[in-house]
């Protein structure tokens, strides 16, 4: 079965009031299926529907039309806090802004998705996993650090530690290397595929550079809200 499964999604949105009143198609019925373990990139131009097809996959925002299944659970109109509960479990996050807390340590930032979500029988995994996680992208050294004494590409790396955490079967990442300069671009991608790899995640990428669009196994290109191609990469690029 997929991992993830899109079909008819559709998102319009209703602008102004009265006779000023205008819907918006931002997606046009997309349908598609990620096997587990694919890396796909989303692509296409700035306002082509990228973002909001990401937040539907994560069950941030709720469809016009067709449905989100995530790992066989069809999610897109479950109440809020079945919903967050599923969410919590399945999905980790990488934002291009990092999205830390500010008054939390590195070591902290990452273990809270833990302290929020896990299950009683895993209390004791949380913190040796967060120390393993922050070591294998590079912060064994930054661990008691605050997000402000972390460079951007630090930053990041704690965010994607962060996202993989309770072990989720899939990860979306929204321009994660979007904020930072070439060289950290590249290195959090690469440690973000290391991750996708060593622990056989579901991972989508929403990007427009297509460098980094290369490693994947799959690319997925969106225009006005409907897909304009949907092709296996045959030489993704290696690192
Ligand atoms: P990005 O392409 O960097 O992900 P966003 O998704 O935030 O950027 O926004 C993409 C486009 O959608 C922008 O042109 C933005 O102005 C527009 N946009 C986002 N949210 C709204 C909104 N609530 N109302 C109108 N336009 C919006
Ligand atoms: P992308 O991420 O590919 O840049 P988005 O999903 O952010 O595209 O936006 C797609 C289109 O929908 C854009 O034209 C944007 O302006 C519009 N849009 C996004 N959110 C809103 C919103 N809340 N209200 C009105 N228009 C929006």
Redesign the pocket.
Known sequence: AAMISVQGLSKSIRNGTGTAARTTDILRGIDFEIPAGQFVAIMGS??SG??TLLGLLAGLDTPSAGSVALHGTAISYLPEDKLAQVRGRTIGFVFQSYQLIPTLTALENVLLPHELNAKRKEAAEGLPRARQLLTSVGLADRMEHYPVQLSGGEQQRVALARAFILRPPIVLA??PTGNLDTANGAHVLELLLNLNRTEGTTLVLVTHDPVLAGYADRRITLRDGLILSDEMNLSPTTL
Request: no cysteine; net charge negative; hydrophobic share 0%.
């Open positions: 700035s306002g990228k973002s929204d321009e």
